[in-house]
């Protein structure tokens, strides 16, 4: 994968777009430590990335959380998703419920999960656009995950 860069001149992860699963029960949401060797490394995210050629969003998102924290596609129900556009570039955020017990573990680009109360998000270094998304005054991920 390569970087791109948007309309407004940003570099994004992605030449298609990129996509992360936000995954909620409880009103806790899973969250991964990006590993320090990764970009904005040391901050707390979901597991995503780049949308690889031929991919739909939910599937470039089972993907990354696959690859990053072994969660594996039939361990989720997806009830929907929330899209971030910058100067053309596209971040989708697929937001599902395990459908039961997890097994997961830190693989690549991840130096730890956890799963965190809606209301202690904040409260962690998060990755700067993860951030921006979860504290919009009309964020659909902060009210999926007070829901779930």
């Given amino acids: 994968?390569?970087?791109?860069?948007?309309?407004?001149?940003?570099?994004?992860?992605?030449?298609?777009?990129a996509?992360?699963?936000l995954?909620?029960?409880?009103?806790r949401v899973l969250l991964q430590l990006r590993a320090r060797w990764a970009?904005?490394?040391?901050?707390?995210?979901?597991?995503?990335?780049a949308r690889e050629r031929g991919e739909s969003w939910v599937e470039a998102a089972l993907r990354e959380a696959g690859e990053e924290l072994g969660v594996?596609?039939?361990?989720?129900?997806?009830?929907?998703?929330?899209?971030?556009?910058?100067?053309?570039?596209?971040?989708?955020?697929v937001l599902a419920v395990p459908t039961g017990r997890l097994e997961l573990a830190d693989l690549s680009e991840s130096d730890g999960h956890a799963w965190v109360p809606a209301s202690e998000v904040e409260d962690l270094p998060l990755h700067p656009s993860f951030r921006t998304a979860w504290s919009a005054p009309d964020s659909a991920l902060a009210e999926?995950?007070?829901?779930s």
């Fill in 1 to 17: 994968m390569t970087w791109a860069t948007c309309d407004r001149g940003h570099a994004h992860w992605g030449r298609r777009g």
């Fill in 19 to 21: 996509a992360g699963l």
């Fill in 23 to 27: 995954l909620a029960e409880g009103g």
């Fill in 39 to 49: 970009h904005q490394g040391g901050t707390w995210s979901i597991p995503g990335g």
């Fill in 72 to 93: 594996a596609a039939h361990e989720v129900e997806v009830r929907g998703s929330s899209t971030a556009s910058c100067g053309g570039w596209t971040y989708e955020t």
């Fill in 144 to 147: 999926f995950v007070a829901a």
